[in-house]
């Protein structure tokens, strides 16, 4: 049980996807044949306390930084298009560095596959009754995943505004995604999320005239909770503004390949 939230959070399951089966063994978790599936490792994950989760995290961001990877924790609510977002930046980025990524969902192994499907490694997380990842479950996921030096690691979060902004997971930052279809006032409802955000992007703009969504109000709520957020309007679907989002994430790899 989450100390914090309350919710279910018994044990975890991590399944590495078949592209991650690139001879990375040597971190000496499950083999494929103790799994059915030929293409499958599953590691069963007891709880850890909630008490560990800032110095767990901590761990994850020195090895991170260590390598160069760019850790970014995407979160949403459900159905906001974190995906889509994901599937098309694999697609769109991934020619500049390699790409992995680590899925959380409560159950199935769908987001993985589709992320396997458009060009990326991938690791799932299923929380089972869990509302969020916690830096335990993307240690353990790095570990299964061993994400290649200077690679962009996204973590999507599970689909909740709530939770995952108490849970730091070792990231460099959040990415919160909001979409125009659930509403303009999501950073006034859920401001723990939007102040611990790094990048706000608003997607699904292509569908602004036919939903009741304004976006300067909506850049209103969100620096009213973080003034000095930066926040991009963007389609996954159209491709509309994902430049600027290329861009930002460009910027941020420049960051950690030259720190101060
Ligand atoms: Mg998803």
């Not at 930066?230 to 910027?251: H, K, M, N, V």
Request: proline share 5%.
């Amino acid at each position: 049980m989450c100390a914090t939230c309350g919710c279910g959070e018994d044990q975890a399951t991590i399944t590495a996807m078949s592209a991650t089966k690139s001879g990375h063994d040597e971190l000496g978790h499950h083999h494929a044949h103790d799994h059915p599936h030929p293409h499958t490792e599953t590691i069963t994950l007891e709880q850890k306390v909630l008490a560990k989760n800032d110095l767990l995290a901590e761990h994850n961001r020195q090895s991170l930084a260590e390598r160069g990877i760019l850790a970014l924790n995407v979160t949403s609510s459900p159905g906001a298009g974190k995906t889509t977002l994901l599937e098309r930046t694999i697609r769109e980025l991934g020619g500049d560095c390699p790409v992995a990524v680590i899925e959380g969902d409560q159950e199935t192994l769908l987001d993985a596959q589709r992320i396997e499907a458009a060009g990326a490694r991938a690791v799932q997380v299923n929380t089972g009754a869990g509302c969020h990842l916690d830096a335990d479950m993307v240690h353990r996921a790095l570990h299964a995943l061993n994400p290649e030096p200077k690679s962009v690691l996204f973590i999507e979060n599970v689909g909740n505004l709530v939770c995952p902004a108490l849970f730091d997971l070792g990231e460099y930052s959040k990415v919160v995604v909001i979409s125009v279809t659930e509403g303009q006032d999501k950073p006034l409802k859920y401001p723990h999320m939007f102040a611990a955000a790094g990048l706000v992007l608003i997607n699904k703009i292509d569908l602004v005239p036919y939903v009741s969504f304004d976006l300067d109000t909506c850049f209103g709520y969100a620096r009213s909770v973080n003034p000095d957020v930066q926040i991009l309007p963007i389609s996954a679907t159209t491709g509309e503004g994902l430049d600027a989002w290329y861009d930002w994430i460009r910027s941020k790899i420049s960051v950690l390949a030259n720190p101060a």
